[in-house]
């Protein structure tokens, strides 16, 4: 079976995988991605391309900058894929987990690039203003958080897989909620995100009322490919006005990334691209990981589904995933 033939699913990071220099390798290489910065810089009132590279002010790491350069970085991830393979591949799906959300909407034509931009700029800076608290991911099921989160006032951030799960609450709250998790689970480790408010839960509901207003002012167009929904678990409804009321409600919901992945699956895909960010200790973009491909393996090892996997986020993947399109 050639690649074009497969059930393809293309897949977007969001906040936490971005980084000081994110994108300037692939800019460095490749005239698209510096032009896909350029439309960014204009579009957003600010050179994205001085922040992402040099991060000058320490900015990278707020939200509301985090925010458009992961979705900046995505699109180019993807346009340099696409000029690559010549455009030949065709998913039947697009998922992106919280922010990339709005970069799958991208890839599906829901959205241009130029309205991702205006949402994501004005979804950030209203995340940051009216939001507050802090983000912890523990290793254990929803059902064994829930209650002592809730306890202490947090609530369900994210159920990235059966065995993780993200909260999020004031940081006091979460120091409870992580000294009570320690007592009864002795092996649980809390891990505290990058993030700078508890986002997808009650804490955010103040930004999602003002955001709502933008939401409805933004135009969105029909897919070219079925898009998962972060806030049902399941494919968005192909209705502009069902698309703006799943990501109002993303705002102060869980992720249900692990829902999305089953939904994915359940269809055929097998064959998974990841664009966009990057994990790790590596300064330099060449050294960073994928932040989505440990999620995808361990879905696929718990469902016993076959999939491919292949990461694009920096110079050396681009290259690697473009031959494997190309010479399959």
């Not at 696409?82 to 959205?111: F, N």
């Not at 409805?216 to 009321?245: C, K, Q, Y």
Request: hydrophobic fraction near 40%; aromatic fraction near 10%.
């Amino acid at each position: 079976m050639s690649v074009s033939d497969q059930n393809i699913l293309f897949i977007f990071p969001g906040q936490g995988s971005q980084y000081p220099g994110i994108g300037s390798d692939i800019c460095e290489e490749y005239a698209i991605a510096r032009d896909v910065y350029d439309q960014a810089s204009q579009v957003l009132g600010y050179d994205i391309a001085e922040l992402s590279f040099h991060d000058p002010d320490q900015q990278v790491n707020l939200t509301r900058y985090t925010q458009p350069v992961l979705l900046t970085h995505s699109i180019a991830c993807l346009q340099v894929f696409r000029d690559l393979t010549d455009d030949k591949l065709k998913p039947s799906l697009a998922a992106g987990h919280s922010l990339g959300e709005y970069s799958a909407l991208v890839a599906a034509g829901v959205l241009s690039f130029e309205n991702a931009l205006k949402l994501v700029q004005q979804r950030g800076d209203l995340m940051g203003t009216h939001g507050e608290g802090e983000m912890s991911a523990f290793p254990l099921n929803v059902d064994a958080v829930r209650p002592l989160a809730e306890r202490h006032f947090c609530a369900i951030a994210g159920c990235n897989l059966p065995e993780q799960t993200v909260i999020g609450g004031r940081s006091e709250d979460l120091e409870k909620v992580e000294q009570a998790v320690q007592e009864q689970f002795e092996r649980a480790r809390a891990t505290r995100l990058k993030t700078e408010g508890a986002f997808h839960t009650y804490y955010m509901v103040e930004a999602a009322r003002n955001y709502r207003k933008v939401l409805e002012a933004a135009e969105f167009a029909d897919s070219n490919m079925g898009v998962l929904s972060n806030f049902t678990g399941r494919v968005h409804d192909s209705e502009p006005s069902a698309i703006r009321a799943g990501l109002f409600f993303q705002l102060f919901h869980p992720v249900l990334w692990h829902a999305n992945m089953q939904a994915a699956f359940e269809t055929g895909v097998d064959l998974v691209f990841e664009f966009g960010g990057g994990i790790g200790p590596a300064e330099e973009p060449s050294g960073k990981r994928p932040n989505l491909q440990g999620m995808i393996k361990r879905v696929l090892r718990a469902t016993q589904y076959q999939a491919d996997y292949q990461a694009v986020i920096n110079s050396a993947t681009m290259a690697a995933a473009a031959e494997f399109v190309n010479q399959a």
